[in-house]
């Protein structure tokens, strides 16, 4: 019988999981999409998954996730998961949470 050995992979990195939750077309939600958008195509450009929830059209979502207000955008992949509350214009603290973290 022949020997069985084991090629050693590089661990693939999780893809980046977003959830950002918005308040139909509120000028905060509005401009929370488009800087998210803008940042992920700049800065995440090896794909990631965005899911976006608008609580006027599904006001039980925030309650699964304890969201309180919006626009609230969550990191559920990789771990540790993180919390950024606004309208997303500071793109410096999302890329050292969400690029560099």
Known sequence: MGRISAVA????KQALRLR?????????????IEN?????ADKLPDGHELEIV???????RALAD?????????????????RFVGNL?????????LVSG
């Open 9 to 12: 992979r590089p661990k693939q």
């Open 20 to 32: 950002l939750y918005i308040a139909g077309n509120a000028p905060n939600s509005l401009r929370a």
């Open 36 to 40: 998210l958008r803008a940042f992920c």
């Open 54 to 60: 608008d609580l006027l059209k599904d006001p039980s």
């Open 66 to 82: 304890g969201i309180i207000v919006t626009p609230t955008l969550l990191k559920l992949s990789p771990l540790p998961a993180m």
């Open 89 to 97: 214009s500071d793109t410096s603290k999302l890329e050292l949470s």
